[in-house]
């Protein structure tokens, strides 16, 4: 999944997601577009911008006082959809076509050869302007894709930007070639057939979906809240949303999804996603790693692709049993996803793929997803984005971020407190951490050219003092001191003064004391830039070890 963003002749060293370049202005939804400082609109124009910023997206209430009347409405609407359709059992239903070859003679034989005749020539007319139509639509089409791929081209090579456009195209057009196919044939066969419903899909009324019944009189409070999520997903719009409710069902019962939990995948995909903590929201976190070696898992093969996809469904699934689906419940998922060691541009294929995996997932999980932020973003992403991007809905599209390899950790500290934010990503939180459970994580502002102390209380002896600490961007001189309460006692140097690179991760140390006093961490700051320091500490005495 991708953000569009129109790229600039300057690059910008910062976190960025812009509105998508081909969409009618009055429907233009721009990105959420997160960054440290607002800067004033007075500064030098002259200067690289670093971000654009739009309202980030909100999650509206699920609380059905909270609606407005037309989505009250909407929502009642569907419910006597829904109770209709599965009450008379023909919410799966599908239509068959059986011949009819009597009727289509029958009229035959009433139309006189003259009025055949004019029909016929008619029809060839009608076909000739058709043709004449799509030939300018088809040049109208190729201008609207040049356009999709401008911003790229600034940064990136033509060729590989044509290829990916090409190899996607490809895709859609095979899939456009069949569907135009089918139609050909139902048109061929239309007068010669009647339609009647499949028996077999038969629906009970104790139908559930996640857990939650659809069947509206039944009562239950987490219906509504499923509903509306896919009421949301087509704008409230109740028959698109109906449809959608339709082909979801069908789709889990064709794909056998109410199984997949009980499928064992192995360990092998282990690494290219996985649930790990919350967001300042509640929302459980899923991190989406795109790399070499999950590429060569992946996509090396027809097979590995469809293991991925169940894969991957499973995991979403995993997810949604960590939800709460009640009106004022957390119902949906924060997603990161790292392109750090992504493979580039020339790796068509695997972008085919990830679109087929974005639309399943957009089409079958509506409204689960709270934000999808992209990390560790190349260069190469934006012109990925354009060719992406025409396959998501403006809604999708409001829900991302995007962060370029500078502006990280900054990023995802607003959404993710630094005790849930995994060490790898600059956070503080560990596998099977067993020094800090609840410790609160404080935070320090330092300025350019300045100084900050933190100190640490160690009022008792024989105790042990453990403490983490991260700066966002470092570029920093810190050390770390125990300076006793006793006037005259030495200062007991824990870790000399060391200059703390940009990319530095958190620190953890630990200090048994043999006497009273307080262990010192000083942040000197000699860049030009404030830093941020986050920290938290923990003392363990003899009776709470």
């Not at 410790?439 to 640490?456: D, L, M, Y």
Request: charged share 35%.
């Amino acid at each position: 999944m991708t953000a569009e963003v129109k790229v600039e002749e300057k690059q910008v060293e910062s976190e960025v997601v812009i509105a998508p370049a081909v969409v009618p202005e009055e429907t233009t939804v721009k990105s959420v577009v997160e960054e440290e400082e607002v800067k004033s609109v007075e500064e030098d124009e002259s200067k690289p911008k670093g971000v654009e910023k739009s309202a980030s997206f909100k999650e509206e209430s699920d609380f059905f006082a909270d609606l407005k009347e037309s989505e009250k409405k909407a929502l009642g609407d569907l419910k006597s959809k829904l109770e209709e359709a599965i009450v008379e059992n023909t919410l799966l239903k599908t239509k068959k076509k059986e011949s009819s070859p009597v009727k289509e003679k029958k009229e035959e034989v009433v139309k006189p050869e003259a009025e055949v005749e004019k029909k016929k020539e008619e029809a060839e007319e009608k076909v000739e302007e058709e043709k004449k139509s799509e030939a300018v639509l088809t040049e109208e089409a190729a201008k609207d894709e040049t356009v999709e791929v401008v911003a790229a081209e600034e940064v990136i090579p033509k060729e590989e930007v044509t290829t990916v456009v090409e190899k996607v195209a490809e895709e859609d057009s095979k899939e456009e070639e069949e569907k135009k196919t089918e139609d050909v044939v139902t048109e061929e066969v239309k007068a010669e057939t009647i339609e009647v419903e499949d028996e077999d899909e038969s629906v009970d009324k104790d139908i559930e979906l996640w857990g939650v019944p659809l069947l509206p009189s039944k009562g239950a409070e987490s219906t509504d809240v499923i509903l509306l999520k896919f009421l949301r997903a087509r704008d409230f719009k109740v028959n698109e949303a109906f449809e959608m409710l339709k082909k979801t069902l069908k789709w889990r019962k064709q794909h056998k999804i109410d199984l997949i939990l009980g499928e064992d995948f192995g360990e092998d995909l282990a690494s290219a996603a996985y649930m790990n903590g919350v967001d300042r929201e509640s929302h459980p976190v899923c991190y989406n790693v795109h790399s070499e070696e999950v590429y060569q898992t992946t996509f090396g093969s027809e097979k590995n692709r469809e293991k991925f996809l169940r894969w991957r469904f499973q995991l979403m699934e995993k997810g949604i049993q960590k939800l709460n689906l009640k009106p004022g419940g957390v119902t949906s998922l924060l997603q990161i996803h790292d392109l750090k060691n992504a493979p580039g541009m020339s790796r068509t294929d695997l972008w085919v793929g990830i679109k087929n995996v974005i639309m399943t997932l957009q089409d079958n999980y509506p409204e689960f997803v709270s934000r999808n932020i992209f990390i560790n973003v190349p260069f190469w992403f934006y012109a990925i984005n354009a060719v992406l991007s025409p396959f998501l809905t403006q809604r999708t599209k409001s829900k991302f971020v995007v962060a370029r390899p500078a502006k990280v950790k900054e990023t995802l500290l607003k959404y993710i407190p630094a005790d849930e934010l995994p060490v790898q990503y600059g956070g503080f939180k560990t596998d099977d951490d067993t020094e800090f459970s609840n410790e609160t994580v404080s935070e320090v502002v330092v300025k350019p050219g300045s100084s900050e102390t933190i100190e640490i209380p160690a009022p008792e002896t024989e105790g042990t003092l453990v403490w983490d600490i991260a700066v966002l961007g470092w570029e920093v001189n810190y050390k770390e001191e125990f300076v006793p309460t006793e006037e005259g006692a030495y200062t007991v140097i824990v870790q000399k003064v060391k200059k703390m690179g940009a990319n530095e991760g958190p620190i953890r140390n630990s200090f048994k004391n043999s006497q009273a006093g307080k262990i010192v961490l000083t942040v000197d700051n000699v860049s030009g830039k404030k830093k941020r320091v986050l920290y938290r500490y923990r003392t363990k005495t003899e009776s709470s070890s």
